[in-house]
């Protein structure tokens, strides 16, 4: 007998919305291409299983092989997810499910036990088999979480790219974000971090996020070390797991703090958040620190580590001195304020030209990671932004990011002044963008840009994902109040972008359903606001040039109104 250590203290029940069978899927078409074989198309990308319905001689043997792809000759490709695949022989085949027939008339199989990432399904036998558009059946599973927004605009692009995130975004959550549901179905930090707001704003997903900060309470070294995976096998706790990636022990626990106003988690996750920084600190005295994977899959263009990194490193360091304020911790308080002051002055002082307002070399990430995560003085943040609205420009308005960057410019440019560049940006149809993916059938968000890449091209991948979050804050302007978490205090602060003739978002939030949203006609502009009961909102209202603004029959004079719960609406003439 081999002994092992328990992987947690206690045994406790996980209390999280179950993984179920979402929603049935039917095939959008199917294809005979001989007696032996079929192919089935679901329309869309999913993750989960399938149904077959069959009639057979006994002891027929049926595959059901699953893939993103079609390739030339017709058949399902899965050179696109199988790089981690290693055989062990044909009883083990990648995203493939084995079913003997028994002869019995009609019979029907769906595995019980597994879940795939897929569109298409290649269905053969070893004997002549007549099957239709009905013998197969896909069914989208997921945790089962209450869907909490919904984002509607005049652009059909636009809409699609919220869809496709929301598909992403559940096809990843099985218990615990993951990174994809085909090829590894890791709980990759790196890729959770950067969708925690997408997944809040559209989704009532508290339960799954406490269950999983318990895994990293579990899976943290006593010298703070958490690993890239969560949870892991013992893999990941020496490579990838710098602050850009595990920064999750601190920005999930504080955007959850945000969303519901709930400091329990806070609470809990206190101690391991502050020992993973302290470990930091100790091992980078000077403030920077090159710990981690930097801008993952960029487009073209690579930014250093040490700048993504640090910038993760002082968002963490930030985060917990307003816990520990929050907590009471005084004087953990007064250290981490000092700390991440010592962090923000010695990377400007690095990477900071304060005469021209440009980090590093001036890429977008380079740029824009800074500005979202508040290393930028003050006095510089226009200038700033100012530089980084002209290198997207001198980019055609495309990217030029990877992970950490996307998480960062469009909001960056949003918050500061450049809103409308933002969603140039977010609308793009043509490489590289989101809308690309959408222009050439993506029913989700893609592991990379460019859609030929000979790696790193799953077609399920949340890592991607901000621009759901964005929508929400940078178009709609929903977002949470910090010093009134759990929206008590909605903050409205919505960007009536060229380019969109309408646009709505709402988010269910813990006092009720806040609804922003705006329709331009002509000149005029009108806005409509509902803020719930037991709530209040604080309204900026945008500069619209020469045209004054009403409130029902009353001039409204000043940019920030605040408003008690009720629905109003906002008129530019």
């Not at 058949?75 to 995203?95: E, K, L, M, W």
Request: with cysteine; charged share 20%.
């Amino acid at each position: 007998m081999i002994y092992r250590q328990a992987p947690a203290e206690k045994i406790v029940s996980q209390v999280l919305h179950p993984i179920r069978h979402v929603e049935e899927v039917p095939a959008k078409s199917f294809r005979k291409l001989n007696d032996t074989t079929y192919i089935y198309d679901l329309g869309r990308n999913i993750a989960g299983v399938t149904k077959l319905r069959i009639r057979g001689a006994a002891g027929t043997t049926v595959r059901l092989k699953h893939g993103e792809r079609l390739a030339a000759n017709g058949h399902v490709d899965q050179s696109n997810i199988d790089a981690h695949y290693r055989p062990v022989g044909t009883s083990d085949p990648f995203q493939t499910d084995i079913y003997t027939l028994r002869g019995t008339g009609e019979e029907q199989f769906m595995p019980r036990f597994n879940y795939k990432g897929f569109q298409y399904i290649e269905v053969t036998s070893r004997a002549p088999l007549a099957l239709n558009q009905q013998s197969i059946t896909g069914y989208f599973m997921h945790s089962d979480v209450p869907v909490a927004g919904t984002v509607r605009s005049s652009n059909p692009v636009i809409d699609k790219i919220w869809y496709a995130t929301n598909n992403s975004y559940l096809s990843n959550l099985f218990g615990y974000p993951t990174d994809c549901p085909q090829r590894e179905k890791n709980g990759w930090t790196g890729d959770a971090q950067i969708a925690i707001e997408t997944g809040l704003y559209g989704f009532d997903g508290i339960t799954v996020y406490e269950k999983w900060m318990a895994d990293h309470r579990d899976e943290q070294q006593p010298n703070g070390v958490l690993p890239a995976i969560i949870p892991t096998n013992g893999w990941g706790y020496e490579w990838a797991n710098g602050p850009d990636w595990t920064s999750t022990i601190a920005i999930i626990p504080w955007n959850i703090y945000l969303f519901y106003g709930d400091s329990r988690i806070l609470t809990d996750c206190y101690d391991n958040m502050t020992r993973y920084i302290d470990h930091i600190t100790a091992l980078y005295p000077t403030g920077l620190t090159t710990w981690g994977l930097g801008d993952w899959v960029p487009v073209k263009s690579k930014s250093p580590v040490e700048l993504t990194s640090t910038c993760y490193y002082y968002a963490d360091v930030v985060i917990a001195a307003r816990v520990a304020n929050i907590l009471g911790h005084k004087e953990d308080h007064a250290r981490y304020t000092a700390l991440a002051a010592k962090i923000q002055a010695a990377f400007n002082a690095k990477y900071l030209d304060v005469k021209t307002g440009i980090y590093s070399t001036g890429l977008q990430t380079e740029l824009s990671t800074p500005l979202f995560w508040g290393l930028v003085p003050d006095t510089l943040k226009l200038k700033v932004a100012a530089n980084l609205a002209k290198r997207v420009e001198a980019d055609q308005f495309h990217l030029d990011v990877g992970l950490l960057g996307q998480k960062a410019i469009l909001s960056a440019l949003s918050e500061n002044g450049y809103a409308d560049i933002a969603y140039r940006v977010a609308a793009q149809e043509t490489y590289p963008s989101w809308g690309w993916w959408i222009r050439n059938g993506a029913t989700t968000l893609y592991e990379n840009w460019n859609i030929q890449a000979a790696h790193d091209i799953s077609l399920n991948h949340i890592m991607f994902g901000e621009i759901g979050a964005w929508l929400y804050k940078g178009i709609g302007g929903i977002k949470p109040d910090p010093e009134k978490p759990g929206f008590k205090n909605v903050i409205l602060q919505p960007n009536f972008v060229a380019g969109l003739n309408q646009f709505e978002a709402t988010h269910n939030g813990p006092q009720g359903t806040i609804v922003s949203s705006w329709k331009r006609e002509g000149r005029r502009i009108s806005y409509t606001v509902v803020v719930p009961a037991n709530a209040e909102a604080t309204v900026h209202l945008p500069e619209v040039s020469k045209r004054k603004v009403y409130l029902g029959r009353q001039t409204v004079t000043g940019q920030v109104i605040q408003l008690k719960a009720g629905t109003y609406t906002f008129l530019w003439k």
